[in-house]
């Protein structure tokens, strides 16, 4: 079945220490790739997105993304977090060939960041 | 980015009572809205994709009558819930589509009593 999967429900890291988060897919065929956050009680803010071209996307915030193909994944990364990234993450995918309604919503990572 | 807002930010109201969400695109043309629900902790679940100048398309599972969707114009999009109930307590959040992916509204907090 189609999916989007994060993997990890939640979680915590120390302020300065980097971060990963993961996201994986499944569909046939190279979707679009995003990554939003949300911060408590507010609505959702894109980090960054992949279409096509180079693999490592730069994103606001001091954010990258890897996309591997081989992996079927889209991980998150920030070498040196700040306690104000503490938000959900979530990973989205826009089928290839569906229109942009089809977003498909990971179920989200919660970060917590430790002073 | 394209900038969406949503109004009111947060609603309470009474069981029963009718709430009416308003979703605006400020800087740009919409011609497609989404709307979303979301249950705390979490993921967005799309409930219906508004065109404007016509019938919205409800996800499976979601009730058209009682979830009333209005495109009337391109920046504007309004979600009405109807005889709302507790379980209608959510957040809402709408979106615009953009060329190739959506912009997001802050969202409004619906409580019903």
């Known amino acids: 079945a189609q999916s989007v999967t994060q993997p990890d429900i939640h979680i915590t890291v120390s302020e300065g220490a980097s971060l990963e988060l993961r996201c994986n897919y499944s569909y046939g065929a190279t979707p679009y790739l995003f990554w939003y956050v949300q911060s408590p009680g507010q609505g959702l803010q894109l980090l960054l997105k992949?279409?096509?071209?180079?693999?490592l996307v730069q994103g606001i915030k001091g954010f990258e993304a890897e996309f591997k193909r081989s992996q079927s994944s889209f991980n998150l990364r920030k070498p040196s977090v700040h306690w104000s990234d503490a938000a959900e993450y979530f990973c989205?995918?826009?089928?290839?060939?569906?229109?942009?309604?089809?977003?498909?919503f990971g179920p989200g990572t919660s970060l917590s960041v430790i002073p | 980015g394209a900038v969406v807002s949503q109004h009111p930010s947060w609603v309470i109201c009474k069981s029963g009572t009718s709430v009416k969400i308003e979703c605006r695109s400020l800087?740009?043309?919409?011609?497609?809205m989404f709307w979303y629900r979301q249950f705390p902790k979490q993921s967005l679940m799309l409930m219906a994709t508004?065109?404007?100048?016509?019938?919205?398309?409800?996800e499976q599972g979601v009730e058209k009558d009682k979830f009333l969707i209005n495109h009337a114009s391109l920046t504007l999009s309004t979600l009405t819930v109807t005889s709302a109930h507790p379980e209608d307590s959510s957040f809402y959040i709408c979106?615009?589509?953009?060329?190739?992916?959506?912009?997001f509204g802050p969202g409004t907090r619906l409580t019903v009593l």
């Open positions: 979106s615009a589509a953009g060329s190739n992916e959506q912009f």
């Open positions: 508004s065109n404007e100048g016509s019938k919205a398309t409800y």
């Open positions: 992949y279409f096509s071209g180079d693999t």
């Open positions: 989205a995918v826009v089928p290839w060939g569906s229109s942009y309604d089809k977003v498909i």
């Open positions: 800087d740009f043309q919409a011609t497609t």
